[in-house]
C-alpha cells in the first residue's frame, strides 16, 4: 500500500541552458540531526533492492505528494518484486552541455545516459533524477534513460560552423561504461565521431569496459586527443562493492589502467572520492597500486552530499557503519565550515579546514614520492577537422 503527504511544490520550468538561482533549488539546512532516526517507513525491504546502492527510494523534492510504502496487515509488501532496472529514452536534441564552472578543467560534457547503474551511494549526480520526477534512491538505480541518438547529434553539433573544439569530458555526470553501455554501444558511437572529427576527449570511469574501445583509445592517444580516467575508491573488494555494488572490482580497474597505460593511452587515477573514516587510510595505497600499473597522473575528490545525497548516505552508513556514522559526519562538518556540504566554487572537491589541509597534503606527498603528476598530458584541438560539406547542398541561413 502506500500513502501520500505533502511534499514540496515544483518550482518553476527550469533545464540545463537556464542559470541556476544563487543557492540552487530548495536548499536543505546545513546540517542534519544526527539523533534523528531514519524513517523506516521509507525503507525498502533488503531482499528487493538487493545488489542496489540506495537503502530507500523517497519521492523527488519537486513531487506534490511523498508515496511511502506500508504493510496494513495484508502482507502486501511480501509480493512485491525486486527492483528491476527499466530503460526509456531520451529524446534530447542537443547532446553537448555546457558548464561555466570555474573549478573544473572542462567547459563541455556528454552524458549519454541519465541516471547510474552503477548505483554508488555517495554519487553527487543523483539529485538530478528529481528533475524528471523521480527519485534520488533507487529509482536513480533503476530508471534510467538512454540516448540513441547522440553520435549524430554530436554529428550535426561538431559540424556547425561556429563550433569551436575544445575537450569533451564523458562522465562528469554518470558513467559512460555502466552496464547499460554494453548492449546499447552509445558510448563507442560517440567515440568513432569524435575520432573521425579529430575532436579531443576525457573519460572518467569506474568501469573495466572501457577496455573494449582500446582500439579508438589507442588510435586517438597517439594524435593526443584521447584520455581516460579511473576512479579507484577502496582496494577492500567488500568495501567496493558496498560503496559501489554494481561497478567494476578494484582489481579490474588497475587491470584496465594497466593495459590502457601499455597501448599508449594517457591514464589518471582518481581517489574519489574520499570519506572520512571511510576509505581515507587507502589514499596511499591506491596511489601506489596505480603508479605499479604504469599510471603518470592522479587526483581526489573529498565527498560531497548534495541535496538528498546528504540523507542517502547517512541512511547507508547507519545501515553498513552503524558505530561510525556520527564520527563521519563529525569529519565531514569539521572540512565542511559546520555543515554537510559547501557548494562553494575552489572548495567543493577538497574542502577546507584543517582535516581537509593533511588529505590534501598526504595526497601531495604520496604522488611527489611515485614520481606521478610531473607532467599532465594536455590535449590538442589541432587535428580537429570536420568533413566538407556538400557543394551542391543548398544552405538556408
Not at 511480501?78 to 534530447?92: G, H, M, Q
Not at 565521431?193 to 582500439?215: M, N, Q, W
Not at 582518481?270 to 597500486?289: H, K, Q, T
Amino acid at each position: 500500500m502506500a500513502s501520500s503527504s505533502p511534499a514540496l511544490k515544483r518550482p518553476p520550468a527550469h533545464s540545463p541552458s537556464m542559470p541556476m538561482p544563487a543557492g540552487g533549488f530548495n536548499q536543505r539546512a546545513a546540517a542534519i540531526d544526527l539523533d534523528r532516526p531514519v524513517d523506516a517507513a521509507a525503507v525498502i525491504d533488503a531482499a528487493r533492492r538487493r545488489g542496489r546502492g540506495a537503502i530507500s527510494n523517497a519521492s523527488g523534492r519537486y513531487e506534490p505528494a511523498a508515496r511511502i510504502a506500508f504493510d496494513d496487515g495484508w502482507q502486501a509488501l511480501e509480493e512485491l518484486p525486486p527492483f528491476r532496472t527499466s530503460v526509456a529514452i531520451d529524446a534530447t536534441r542537443k547532446i553537448i552541455t555546457r558548464n561555466d564552472s570555474p573549478d573544473i578543467s572542462f567547459d563541455r560534457s556528454i552524458n549519454p545516459y541519465r541516471g547510474c547503474e552503477h548505483g554508488c551511494i555517495y554519487c553527487y549526480a543523483r539529485p538530478t533524477h528529481a528533475f524528471l520526477g523521480l527519485s534520488p534512491g533507487l529509482d536513480f538505480e533503476t530508471k534510467l534513460t538512454i540516448k540513441p541518438e547522440a553520435a549524430k547529434l554530436l554529428e550535426r553539433e561538431l559540424s556547425d560552423p561556429k563550433y569551436s573544439p575544445r575537450t569533451i569530458a564523458m562522465g562528469t555526470n554518470t558513467d559512460p561504461y555502466q552496464p547499460l553501455e554494453k548492449q546499447h554501444q552509445i558510448t563507442r558511437r560517440i567515440l568513432e565521431v569524435l575520432e573521425r572529427f579529430g575532436h579531443p576527449v576525457g573519460i572518467v570511469t569506474k568501469s573495466a569496459l572501457v577496455l573494449r574501445d582500446l582500439d579508438i583509445l589507442s588510435r586517438m592517444a597517439r594524435r593526443n586527443i584521447a584520455k581516460v580516467a579511473l576512479s579507484v575508491t577502496s582496494l577492500d573488494p567488500k568495501l567496493a562493492r558496498t560503496m559501489e555494488p554494481r561497478a567494476s572490482t578494484p582489481a579490474r580497474r588497475l587491470d584496465a589502467l594497466r593495459q590502457l597505460s601499455a597501448a599508449g593511452v594517457p591514464t589518471t587515477v582518481m581517489v574519489a572520492p574520499i570519506v572520512p573514516a571511510i576509505n581515507d587510510a587507502e589514499i596511499e595505497r591506491i596511489l601506489d597500486s596505480a603508479a605499479a600499473v604504469g599510471v603518470q597522473e592522479a587526483g581526489y575528490v573529498l565527498l560531497r552530499l548534495p541535496l538528498e545525497v546528504r540523507d542517502l548516505f547517512r541512511e547507508w552508513l547507519i545501515a553498513n557503519f552503524p558505530n561510525r556514522y556520527r564520527h563521519v559526519f563529525k569529519l565531514v562538518r569539521e572540512m565542511r565550515g559546520g555543515k554537510d556540504y559547501d557548494s562553494e566554487f575552489g572548495k567543493r572537491m577538497t574542502g577546507s579546514g584543517p582535516i581537509a589541509w593533511m588529505i590534501g597534503r598526504r595526497f601531495e606527498a604520496s604522488c611527489d614520492k611515485l614520481k606521478l603528476n610531473r607532467a599532465r598530458t594536455r590535449l590538442t584541438a589541432a587535428h580537429f577537422s570536420p568533413p566538407k560539406r556538400d557543394a551542391t547542398q543548398l544552405r538556408l541561413f
